[in-house]
């Protein structure tokens, strides 16, 4: 089972608007600062965020009851006069975790209404997260001979294809920065890995190398899977071995 809160920016839109037209720039300060404060008050907490689109972020929260969305939304309150709404949903998958995280703002079902906190009462099943961290191999070499606006036209074609991948897997993609991307994922083998990295070299002629991290909670679990993938480039860089894939459990 997995957990997921996804957090929002409660009525941004309308309040975007009484900025005027120079706003944008004051928008991108909010939407980096909201994003370092969310992974600072998550992250110490065992959790890991996602810069999913800017207003809206996605943090596996395994382990995280009501109450700690209760701390961590009276921190925010402190630091932004936005209001935020916090979505929590459980799921065999981490797409059915999503699923159950729009349904109870949907429906406006609350685990606490004071503090604007939706989602189903919270089962304690002790279950392992899944991440999966992929990043490409030499991307400085591939790099060498494109501008650097093609590497980013790149890197977002690599992004959508991986997404769609992985999505009628159940799993969710994330793009972390440089050429990095982390996959909430759900029991995919290595079977499945393997099929996904064979399209991208067919397609694009790039290779990804792949850490696979399992345990308790999302931060450990990147931790692990983190660590799998500096261990591929060790045996790449030794001369020993090549891996593509590398598994690490807790
Ligand atoms: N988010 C994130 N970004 C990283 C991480 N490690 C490196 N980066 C970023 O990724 C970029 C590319 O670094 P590397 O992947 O080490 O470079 P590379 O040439 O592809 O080397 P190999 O991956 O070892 O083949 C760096 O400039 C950083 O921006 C990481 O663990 N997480
Ligand atoms: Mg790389």
């Not at 997995?2 to 004051?26: A, F, V």
């Not at 604007?116 to 089962?123: M, Y």
């Not at 036209?153 to 992985?166: A, G, Q, V």
């Amino acid at each position: 089972m997995i957990q997921l809160t996804i957090i929002k920016i409660t009525e941004y839109g309308p309040w975007t608007l009484t900025l005027g037209s120079d706003r944008e720039h004051r928008l991108q300060i909010l939407q980096a600062t909201l994003y370092k404060e969310i992974q600072n008050l998550f992250s110490e907490r065992n959790c890991l965020a996602f810069p999913n689109r800017f207003d809206e972020i996605f943090v596996i929260t395994n382990g995280l009851s009501v109450d700690d969305h209760i701390e961590i939304q009276k921190e925010l309150a402190k630091s932004f006069q936005l209001g935020l709404s916090m979505s929590i949903g459980q799921g065999n998958t981490p797409y059915e975790a999503n699923l159950n995280v729009d349904k109870a703002i949907r429906s406006k079902i609350t685990l606490d209404k004071d503090h604007n906190i939706f989602g189903l009462p919270l089962q304690k099943e002790e279950d392992l997260v899944q991440i999966i961290h992929m990043d490409v191999d030499g991307s400085t070499s591939i790099s060498a001979n494109k501008s650097p606006y093609e590497i980013s036209s790149l890197i977002l074609k690599l992004y959508s294809e991986m997404s769609e991948f992985f999505l009628v897997r159940n799993s969710l993609a994330f793009f972390l920065g440089g050429d990095n991307f982390m996959i909430i994922s759900s029991a995919i083998d290595k079977e499945g890995i393997t099929k996904f990295l064979d399209l991208i070299r067919q397609r694009h002629g790039i290779s990804f190398n792949c850490g696979i991290g399992t345990a308790k909670t999302g931060r450990e679990a990147a931790k692990l899977a983190t660590k799998s993938l500096d261990k591929i480039r060790e045996l790449r860089d030794s001369g020993t071995e090549r891996q593509r894939i590398l598994e690490l459990t807790c």
